[in-house]
């Protein structure tokens, strides 16, 4: 159309105000729809990765200046709102660290804002720009008097001379020989770009390839970073001070830092900050600091790599250990997966191709321990020849009783606390169910408490049948707390060598709520003054106890009866981790004149989880799980997702499941041939704090298929879930590569 003459003047060209419309990653509601990037303007151009604080609604929001979409919205800029402040002083997150970002996001099929929000320390979403500003501004040097100063320098000295006699023996630690099997490792990690598998027996020497690995990165570059992650925060503080003492002299008292959810947010934020800035050359932390900005980073270990709290089991389900391997790779440097019992997913992604696997990685074995120390001898106790309701067998207390008599610990291992999992009448059948849901409330004879471990929901035990007024209500299996109790009363008459009685004590969950509990009841397994351990998974995985030599799993059993299909390889780990707790000091054991054991009890001695423990032969029980598991055709030879529905009553749940999968029929999404939709079932645990839960399994043979599939089914999920039918729905959720079905 030809302009009228009357046409007013063209706009100036719009030279800088493009460059001032910025895109922003901003954490909105999650299921809201708003996914993407939100548009705003700011007085100058702003660089990707910059991070600035938003209005959205009536709130002001932390979010991360993103790289320009391809498909930009056509919004003017005058109809856009101002960025609210800049957090000046930090520099941009790295192209490096958003292409993580953009990665897990659309992998996991989460919002950018999200992961991105995610992956930053909490601490920084309430902060101003101005606090932040305070925050990064060196202390101010106040002046100070001249006695102030006198006692300032004579308390640096005194520190100086602390830190010198702490640092001392590190050095000689330093010089450390390696093994020839860590030598050997070593040198192919030198060789190869990686991504390897460490597969090391307990106790061989892994940690010290980590430090070795770590100190040869950082010493060739002075800007090198490592990110060393655990699977516990448990673990965190040992592995922390074996870092700080190898490295602290080497690269400074800041060099190591840690990041875990036991941290106040401020503690976080100091951590993030030095690993931003790069002051801070090794981080160490949890699942969650994968996300952590390292620009210089080198190397990454995954130690534990099986362990499953790798996986986040909440709000963005991504894994840890999976986004490690593609940052690594993505950003160049080496990573190296640790275990003595790998995943069965880098089990096989390490079958060599020689031998007809992937080769995605490279496995590297080490299957001594150091020094003189063996693997504890493993002894089967067949369940079926004892009387009914035996907790101990004779054999079993008895070379325990022998243990404690020459000095030694024993550590006895049940993964169930409390005392008892349910209470029963006899009378009438009732058992101490939870009104919320569908699992017993567990018995705690400490405090005389009926809990809920999954909703919490607590009560008084009752002095009477609930239902019948029959007084005695009777305590159904065993927990850690009855355990406990049981063994110190059977070892009662049991003394040390120095002529004490012997003396039980636990670490679980419960015994463990307050802060610095643990360290300290670690502290009284480590000094000798408990000789018998109870305790739960907790105590069975990583920690170096010294004298231990008897490790029991009194039932074990349990796990073999659950429909998941991962739940041998999650009990062969368990049992394998624990035993690997059994005659850690090689020279301790001989002084003993004691052979380190591994005890189980079990109904079903014949189970190839049991066979393959007692030869610590994990590959041979990988490979009959991995045939079993092709035949099956599971992972790893499938990929699987999960699609979640929770509502007030069952049937809401699994309708809109029905729902959604119908809509993947009729909008014909891609690949929906290459995917196979299981029908809608309740979930094995189906109500927890009064809300149905029902899931819906998603499998597909080629990643990238179910991977397209999954990315267009999003809108249709988010499109059901508003409309009226669906109302009922408390929340949905896609779980990609799930660890429990
Ligand atoms: P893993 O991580 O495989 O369980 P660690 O690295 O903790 O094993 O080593 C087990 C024990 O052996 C530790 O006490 C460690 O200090 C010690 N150790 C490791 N490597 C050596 C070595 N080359 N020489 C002497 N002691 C070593
Ligand atoms: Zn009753
Ligand atoms: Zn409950």
Redesign the pocket.
């Known amino acids: 159309m030809p302009l009228s003459p009357h046409a007013p003047p063209c706009p100036p060209a719009p030279t800088d105000t493009t460059a001032c419309v910025v895109h922003v990653a901003v954490h909105t509601p999650v299921h809201s729809g708003v996914g993407g990037l939100l548009s705003y303007t700011a007085p100058h151009s702003l660089p990707p990765g910059t991070l600035v604080r938003v209005p959205l609604g009536t709130r002001e929001l932390l979010g991360v200046v993103w790289d320009k979409p391809e498909q930009t919205e056509t919004l003017a800029p005058e109809q856009l709102k101002p960025v609210r402040s800049v957090l000046e002083g930090l520099a941009p997150l790295s192209p490096s660290w958003r292409r993580l970002v953009a990665f897990a996001a659309q992998y996991y099929q989460r919002s950018l804002g999200e992961i991105a929000l995610t992956g930053l320390p909490p601490a920084l979403k309430d902060m101003t720009a101005e606090q932040l500003a305070r925050r990064l501004a060196p202390p101010k040097t106040k002046k100070l008097s001249k006695k102030a100063q006198a006692t300032l320098a004579a308390e640096m000295a005194a520190q100086a001379e602390a830190d010198a006699t702490l640092l001392t023996p590190t050095f000689a630690e330093n010089s450390?020989?390696?093994?020839a099997e860590?030598q050997s490792v070593c040198t192919q990690m030198d060789q190869h770009p990686g991504p390897f598998l460490l597969f090391?027996?307990?106790?061989?020497?892994?940690?010290?390839?980590y430090l070795q690995r770590v100190q040869q990165a950082l010493e060739a570059d002075p800007q090198a970073q490592a990110l060393v992650m655990v699977p516990e925060i448990n673990l965190t503080p040992q592995l922390l001070e074996r870092f700080t003492a190898r490295f602290a002299p080497l690269f400074g008292p800041q060099a190591v830092v840690s990041m875990h959810s036991g941290m106040t947010n401020p503690q976080r934020l100091k951590s993030w900050l030095a690993a931003h800035s790069a002051q801070a050359r090794v981080l160490l932390g949890t699942r969650m600091a994968v996300f952590a900005s390292l620009p210089g980073l080198k190397v990454v270990v995954v130690d534990e790599e099986h362990d499953p709290s790798y996986k986040q089991q909440e709000g963005a389900r991504y894994s840890a250990r999976d986004l490690a391997l593609w940052r690594g790779r993505a950003q160049g440097a080496q990573v190296i997966l640790?275990s003595?019992t790998p995943s069965l997913e880098s089990w096989h992604a390490s079958e060599p191709e020689t031998d007809g696997g992937p080769g995605r990685y490279l496995r590297l074995h080490?299957p001594s321990r150091?020094?003189a120390a063996e693997l504890p001898r493993v002894r089967l106790v067949d369940m079926r020849q004892q009387p009914r309701r035996t907790v101990f067998s004779p054999a079993l207390l008895g070379a325990i009783t022998e243990r404690v008599q020459r000095g030694e610990q024993a550590l006895v291992l049940l993964n169930r606390r409390g005392f008892a999992p349910v209470l029963f009448c006899a009378d009438c059948s009732w058992k101490s169910d939870c009104p919320h849901c569908s699992a017993h409330q567990v018995f705690h004879k400490g405090d005389r408490t009926l809990r809920c471990h999954h909703c919490g929901f607590t009560q008084r035990v009752p002095h009477a049948c609930p239902e019948c007024g029959n007084p005695d209500i009777l305590p159904l299996g065993k927990g850690t707390e009855q355990l406990e109790e049981e063994l110190a009363r059977l070892l009662r008459n049991v003394q040390r060598p120095d002529g004490a009685p012997a003396r039980v004590g636990r670490i679980d969950a419960d015994t463990t709520r307050l802060k610095g509990a643990l360290e300290q009841q670690l502290e009284q397994v480590h000094s000798g003054e408990i000789d018998v351990l109870v305790g739960t998974q907790m105590v069975a995985k990583g920690h170096?106890f010294r004298r231990i030599t008897l490790v029991a799993a009194v039932q074990p059993d349990g796990a073999l009866f659950s429909s998941d299909f991962r739940a041998p390889e999650r009990l062969f780990c368990l049992l394998m981790q624990a035993a690997?707790r059994a005659g850690?000091d090689g020279s301790y054991v001989a002084n003993q004149g004691s052979r380190p054991e591994m005890w189980v009890q079990t109904h079903d001695p014949e189970h190839a989880v049991f066979q393959s423990l007692r030869s610590h032969d994990y590959p041979r029980f990988a490979g009959q799980q991995l045939r079993e598991r092709q035949d099956a055709g599971m992972p790893p030879f499938a990929f699987q997702a999960l699609v979640r529905a929770d509502a007030k009553t069952q049937e809401t749940a699994q309708a809109f499941l029905r729902a959604a999968s119908e809509a993947a029929q009729q909008g014909q999404l891609p690949h929906l041939d290459a995917v196979f939709l299981f029908p809608p079932i309740p979930m094995a645990m189906q109500r927890v704090a009064d809300v149905e839960r029902a899931q819906m399994l998603i499998e597909a043979t080629d990643r990238r298929a179910l991977q397209r599939f999954l990315h267009a089914w999003q809108p249709w999920l988010h499109w059901l879930r508003s409309q009226p039918a669906h109302k009922g729905l408390v929340r949905w959720l896609v779980d990609v590569d799930p660890q429990s079905l």
């Not at 450390?176 to 093994?179: E, K, N, V």
């Not at 090391?200 to 020497?205: K, M, N, V």
């Open positions: 450390i020989a390696l093994s860590q090391g027996a307990t106790g061989s020497g892994k940690t010290e390839v640790g003595a080490m150091i020094g170096d690997g850690r």
